[in-house]
Every structure is written in C-alpha cells, then in structure tokens.
C-alpha cells in the first residue's frame, strides 16, 4: 500500500536523514522524494510503500507525528487515495 509523508517546518540540518531513519526503522520504503527550501522553509513529500510495515497505517502516522514534534517539523502521513482526494480539483 502506498501513503504520502509531508514533512513542513523552519530548515535545520538532519530532516531527511532523520525522516528517512525513522521509516526504515518501520520497514517503510521510500518510492519517491521531493524536497524543496523557500527562503528559510523547508518542503517535502515522499510517495511511501508501507507495505513491509511493521505498524498499521495509523500507528505509523501517529509516530510520524510524534517525531515531527521532537524535531520541531510538522510530518503527517496518510493513505495515498486520501491524499489524491483532499488535493483534487
């Protein structure tokens, strides 16, 4: 099953590698990464196979929330038809 990961807050050293960590910790692969720096914000969005999880889809997005707060980011994970469906036109 694939999920969408966004990752949004003020740039420091260490989101990516962190964010990365944290889902292959999960057994979470990365399918596809985009990432961006807007004046002093950094942007970014992974398309996620959750497939090998070790979690459930809402166990994953509430420690992805979790971690969001300790590294002071706001990171939410969901399904990727709902994310398709909050984004369509």
């Not at 196979?49 to 979690?55: E, I, L, N, P, V």
């Not at 994953?60 to 002071?72: D, P, T, Y």
């Amino acid at each position: 099953m694939h999920a969408v990961v966004t990752v949004v807050g003020k740039d420091k050293t260490g989101i990516i590698a962190k964010v990365s960590a944290f889902l292959a910790e999960k057994g979470v692969n990365i399918e596809d990464i985009s990432q961006t720096i807007m004046q002093d914000y950094f942007a970014m969005i992974m398309l996620v196979d959750t497939s090998g999880a070790k979690d459930d889809l809402a166990a994953l997005a509430e420690s992805a929330a979790e971690l969001g707060k300790r590294i002071g980011m706001s990171i939410h994970l969901q399904h990727e038809e709902i994310f398709n469906a909050m984004h369509r036109v």
